[in-house]
């Protein structure tokens, strides 16, 4: 059975058929999570949660050929909203925005590159994540999250603006 | 910039080194079961596992003779032919590291403007699937600041639990470069050891430039004049490159927004046009760089390679497209009227038509919309990009002179039902066709 052939059935309510779909590109959907999320648990929550809503609206995917960029818009939105209600929690070990870390230049952060990324705003976070984790070029990102090139170019640029200013060290 | 693209390109290769837990699909199928959204979580603790890349696969690699045998699983298109073809140089040196690991830079392949290096790991005892080595590639020259990495295409392959191969993609070197190194720095526990494979570019293996050929053609898209400088092609790319000149002041802050008021009172604009060949084949080009100078803005639209028979390249529907972002959340759980969201986009009614929401917009441009119940997404519409998200395609639609009415509708109602504005499209449209005969 192929994937339109399993869309079909999973719009008919077939719950087997959605799983497959799902894990057929788990590689995909998994590191797609793990980007946003760092971590096993919370991915493996956001694609419950993404589950549940493929599930809940697939019946209106009017597009089945659009079912892995509908599904994945859907698995950004379900990470992004976790993070901004975890937005409030300051990550562990930073105290202000100004930190500096004497040794960047030896290429030793002090923290995961993924804590200082926890202080961008949550649209610079995405498209930094996407483009630079993910591998995405701008017009993939710019489908996936449904705002402007030039929009995922700003976001990227002043993210990493932001970026050098918590981190410290070069940037041009 | 080259230190923070370092430190992001190394969490990517963390992040594909993540190996998909086992119980992904029993808790896929629990949450249906189930059916509810937030669960339990265990007290697992996240662990980085090592898978170094995008593919598993169990492909034979090889070298015979001037023909690459591998590197399947990241090729494709006109990239692919020429890598079956045996295009390309030969390397095939290595270096070792303290701990076993074989680096093996196989082949390169080049054009005018990248070079994309090949390169093999290999480590006799260790499973790479789960200790996945993340070195760190330069590529050096005369040029003392290297060619810069390119982030898209730096994809990998496991070919066994011992073997990966990954490839690199760089800026081409400069004309005046012919022995070159590739630095790869590698981190054993605390220590990062550094080795070098010093290669001779081989420029009579570069893939040659097909096309070279100035377009010198001028053409007006609504307040601005585009100029379509040249065209450069091998088999790897195609590159157009020229300018836009915007005819006014606003039109200059409508192109290249220089500040954070005009981008949020204009948008951006991104140049797009199609090409095609008397043959009726297209060229896709999906990436582009600009660069604002003098007044003018600069483009390059990097496409595909060209079809291998035509005659004549014709560029068309040459355009401009602006986004203006509206960022604007409307409630429309009740009915509403003349709801004013800004200057050019007017809610001019909600209403109800049994389970279905009805939403009446006007506006200049075409309103991108996406729909929420409460927190949870549910669809968008006019999206960007509607042949992925809305099949309902736009591009065809013009802007209007005059505010149009648009009647949005949405299966079912309910009190969290929200609908955010994200953004206006606004599109200007050349008339004129530009003729490209290739000699």
């Given amino acids: 059975m192929d ?39 919370d991915s493996l929550d956001a694609l419950q949660d993404m589950i549940v809503i493929l599930f809940a609206n697939i019946k209106k995917l009017r597009d089945p050929e659009s079912f892995y960029s509908w599904s994945k818009k859907i698995l950004v939105n379900t990470c992004k909203n976790t993070l901004r209600k975890r937005k409030r929690v300051l990550p562990i070990g930073i105290d202000k925005e100004e930190e500096y870390i004497e040794n960047y230049q030896s290429k030793e952060l002090k923290h995961d590159i993924m804590t200082y990324l926890k202080r961008l705003n949550i649209h610079q976070q995405e498209a930094i994540i996407l483009r630079y984790f993910m591998d995405m070029d701008y017009e993939t990102i710019s489908r996936l999250t449904d705002v402007p090139e030039g929009t995922v170019k700003s976001r990227i640029f002043n993210g990493l603006a932001k970026l050098k200013r918590i981190i410290g060290g070069e940037y041009q | 910039m080259k230190e923070m693209k370092e430190i992001l390109i190394r969490k990517k290769d963390e992040i594909y080194m993540t190996q998909v837990p086992e119980e992904m699909e029993d808790c ?56 079956d073809e045996g295009r390309g140089q030969e390397i095939n040196k290595s270096c070792t590291f303290s701990d076993g690991l074989e680096f093996t830079l196989d082949a390169i392949m080049f054009d005018g403007n990248e070079l994309m290096a090949f390169c093999r790991m290999y480590h006799p005892e260790e499973n790479l699937v789960n200790s996945g080595p993340t070195p760190y590639v330069d590529l050096i020259g005369i040029n003392p600041l290297g060619y810069d990495r390119k982030i898209a295409f730096g994809k990998g392959s496991y070919l066994d639990e011992h073997t990966l191969e990954y490839i690199y993609t760089f800026e081409a070197p400069a ?36 096309v070279q050929k100035d377009i010198n053609a001028k053409v007006r898209v609504g ?201 206006i499209v606004y599109y200007s449209y050349s008339d004129e066709t530009i003729s490209i005969p290739i000699d």
């Fill in chain 2, 175 to 210: 004309f005046y470069e012919k022995w070159m190194k590739l630095n790869i720095k590698y981190r054993l526990d605390n220590n990062m050891e550094e080795k070098t494979i010093d290669f001779i570019l081989d420029r009579s293996k570069a893939i040659e430039t097909s």
């Fill in chain 2, 223 to 423: 307040d601005c004049e585009v100029l379509f400088d040249k065209i450069t092609a091998s088999a790897m790319k195609t590159y157009i490159q020229g300018s836009i000149t915007p005819l006014s002041d606003e039109a200059k802050k409508k192109l290249d927004p220089e500040s954070i008021e005009d981008y949020e009172k204009y948008g951006m604009t991104i140049f797009l046009f199609d090409m095609v060949s008397d043959k009726g084949e297209s060229v896709d080009f999906h990436e582009g760089d600009t660069k604002a100078s003098m007044g003018k803005v600069g483009f390059i639209n990097k496409g595909d390679a060209l079809p291998k028979d035509f005659n004549t390249l014709e560029i068309k529907n040459i355009r401009l497209k602006r986004h203006k972002p509206m960022e604007k959340s409307v409630d429309i759980s009740e009915r509403t009227e003349n709801l004013k969201v800004d200057d050019d986009v007017l809610i001019k009614s909600v209403y109800f038509e049994g389970d279905t929401t009805c939403v009446v917009v006007s506006s200049r441009g075409i309103p991108s919309l996406e729909l929420y119940d409460g927190d949870e997404y549910m669809e968008t519409i006019n999206s960007i990009y509607p042949d992925l998200i809305s099949p309902d395609s736009y591009e065809k639609q013009v802007e209007s002179e005059e505010p149009v009415d648009r009647v949005f509708r949405f299966e079912g109602k309910g009190q969290n039902m929200r609908l955010d504005i994200k953004y």
């Fill in chain 1, 3 to 41: 994937a339109l052939d399993l869309i079909r059935e999973a719009k008919k309510g077939d719950r087997e058929a959605l799983i497959k779909l799902i894990m057929d590109k788990k590689e995909e959907y998994y590191r797609l999570a793990f980007a946003f999320m760092g971590n096993k648990e």
């Fill in chain 2, 28 to 83: 896929l199928r629990s949450a249906l079961q189930k059916k509810r959204r937030h669960f339990h979580k265990s007290a697992v603790a996240a662990v980085f596992a090592a898978v170094l890349i995008v593919i598993y696969s169990f492909d034979s690699i090889a070298y015979y003779g001037k023909k690459f045998i591998g590197y399947d699983n990241m090729l494709y298109g006109n990239l692919k032919e020429l890598f």
